[in-house]
């Protein structure tokens, strides 16, 4: 079964310091795997997206993510971190190989410090 | 990309009663889902509504409970029956548009059930 597991459940940074979201999936196939980010009583927002091309993904607001098959990592990084940084944060697999359905990670707050 | 609407954005009910929330594309889509987020939790699927076929739960969920009506390619609904407080949730639904990998999702809706 496939499965995504978000290894912290809150960061802490301070303003214009490194963000780094750690992410680990498991599947038998190689996935689709996605990050999203949702803002205090906002929808879901699409950061970026790994499709099997580039392993290197860059995505909205200067955050990018690598994929690592060998590590079976998918971490989310931002060089410079902003106020309006602050949400949660999403690690997303695709359940199966045709498949739309998704597998949400259990979330990572993210706080920043001024 | 897709654009999508949910009514109503929030409600306050009574155990024992029934909310339908209604889910609006604005453009044509075969698959859509529902998903419910519990306070402080991640999302996890309900069930998937294709037009044309009958819903599809996931493990957990029951037509029961929740029945989902797919009318058309741009519309959708989920009722929560029978409620009680453990169904105080945020319900979402989302989108895979032809040609996209990733789902667009709703504003969601914050049930509070008394």
Redesign the interface.
């Known amino acids: 079964a496939q499965s995504v597991t978000q290894l912290d459940s809150h960061v802490s940074v301070s303003e214009g310091t490194p963000v780094l979201l750690r992410c680990n999936y498991s599947s038998s196939y190689s996935p689709?795997l996605?990050w999203?980010v949702q803002h205090p009583n906002?929808?879901?927002?699409?950061l970026l997206?790994y499709?099997s091309a580039a392993t290197l993904v860059k995505g909205i607001n200067g955050f990018e993510a690598e994929f690592k098959k060998s590590e079976t990592s998918f971490h989310l990084t931002k060089p410079s971190a902003h106020m309006s940084d602050a949400a949660e944060y999403?690690c997303v697999v695709?359940l199966g190989s045709n498949d739309?359905?998704?597998?949400?990670?259990?979330?990572t707050t993210v706080t920043v410090r001024a | 990309s897709a654009v999508i609407s949910q009514k109503p954005s929030r409600d306050i009910c009574q155990r024992g009663t029934s909310l339908t929330i209604q889910c609006q594309v604005d453009s044509q889509v075969t698959?859509m889902?529902w998903y419910r987020q519990q306070p402080g939790?991640?999302?996890?699927?309900i069930a998937?509504a294709n037009q044309g076929s009958e819903a599809t739960y996931e493990s957990g969920f029951v037509i029961d409970k929740f029945p989902i009506s797919r009318p058309n390619l741009t519309f959708s609904t989920l009722t929560v029956s029978n409620m009680s407080p453990e169904d105080s949730s945020i319900y979402?639904c989302?989108v895979?548009p032809q040609g996209y990998?990733?789902?667009?999702?709703?504003?969601?809706t914050r049930l509070t059930v008394l």
């Open positions: 689709s996605f999203y906002k929808g879901l927002q699409l997206k499709t999403f695709t739309y359905k998704l597998s949400f990670g259990a979330g | 698959m889902f939790q991640s999302l996890t699927l998937t979402l989302s895979a990998n990733e789902q667009f999702f709703g504003p969601g």
